[in-house]
């Protein structure tokens, strides 16, 4: 299953950033190309040298610049006075917790030492 074959109608602004070295690149090229054809507003920022999940290391400037970027392109696309068209407004509901009774803990698995 992929995001690629389901309905892109409808969903909000869309910001991807991809290393131009990581391997699902070309899966980014895709899902931009995707959400522009169904008319959503879709940007693909691909940066030279970087590879998969890049951001995380805070060192590199890459990773920062890129996270700079989405948080400018939240602020620009979200507001508190005007949720998006595609938001009802209304908080979905907590999962609940299935009901008991639970089972009791293993205090300690066969042969090994009590706690």
């Known amino acids: 299953m992929t995001p690629l074959s389901g309905d892109w109608h409808g969903l909000p602004p869309l910001l991807i950033h991809a290393g131009e070295d ?46 700079d970027e989405i948080a400018q392109f939240l602020a620009a696309h979200l507001t508190a006075t005007s949720p998006p068209a595609w938001h009802d407004g209304v908080a979905p509901a907590a999962p609940k917790a299935p009901a008991g009774p639970w089972p009791e803990p293993i205090a300690s698995a066969p042969g090994s030492p009590a706690r």
């Not at 990581?22 to 691909?46: F, N, S, Y």
Request: charged share 25%.
């Open 22 to 67: 990581e391997i699902l690149r070309d899966d980014a090229v895709r899902m931009t190309a995707a959400a522009k054809a169904a008319g959503l507003d879709g940007r693909l920022e691909v940066y030279p040298r970087m590879w998969h999940v890049w951001q995380l290391n805070l060192a590199l400037p890459q990773a920062r610049q890129s996270l």
